[in-house]
């Protein structure tokens, strides 16, 4: 490949992973909103356009992720080394960030790196990969970055994840961070959201 193709390919990958950050960064400000991201090229299943956008754009070298078994096949594994040099983990509450899709098998989120009272950024955030963020149960949003109230409908979730989210909230300023993704679309629910059942 000629090497100003090279370059512009490189600056393509680098401006959409600044492109997604910035709208992760806008979701968590906005508990509720659905952001719209440009979807990462090549990524194998069952690894949906947005949940490789906010791999690219978040994981590193210096961030272990942990993966359920959906995300654990021999494909996502190489495509995750090979564009973010991240270290795969076993143990959940060792992870930066975790990538889930089968939800029912998740793990309860009091088994993630919660964080610290002193280092409360020490703690993990989940890329929960969904069918739909509006054609499931309704959810009633309340809390910082809202004003008044916000809905959001995602499809997938467990039945008991308003009850985790509510104990989640309870530790703050501990806890984890949600990135719930489907398609090309994302979300965020943060440890302040109130989160409720519609």
């Known amino acids: 490949m000629p090497q100003a193709a090279t370059q512009s390919t490189i600056s393509s990958a680098v401006f959409a992973a600044q492109s997604t950050f910035r709208k992760v960064m806008d979701a968590m400000a906005r508990p509720g909103t659905i952001q719209t991201v440009a979807p990462a090229a090549a990524a194998p299943a069952p690894l949906g356009g947005a949940a490789a956008a906010v791999a690219l754009a978040l994981f590193d070298h210096d961030t272990p992720i942990w993966r ?9 594994t190489q495509w995750l080394r090979f564009n973010t040099g991240c270290p795969l983990v076993a143990d959940q509450a060792e992870a930066a960030f975790a990538l889930a ?16 009272q002193d280092y409360p950024d020490r703690s993990t955030t989940l890329i929960l990969q969904l069918a739909s963020l509006s054609d499931g149960e309704g959810l009633t ?10 809905r959001l409908s995602p499809a997938g979730l467990p039945k008991d994840f308003v ?15 949600l990135v719930l993704v489907a398609g090309n679309e994302l979300a965020a ?7 409720a059942r519609a």
């Open 68 to 76: 359920d078994a959906s995300f654990a096949t021999d494909a996502v």
């Open 101 to 116: 899709c089968d939800l029912e098998k998740l793990p309860q989120l009091a088994s993630f790196a919660l964080g610290t």
């Open 141 to 150: 949003l309340s809390g910082p970055g809202i004003r008044d109230t916000a």
């Open 163 to 177: 009850e985790q989210l509510a104990g989640n909230r309870a530790l703050f300023p501990r806890g984890v961070d």
């Open 189 to 195: 629910l943060p440890r302040t959201t109130i989160v």
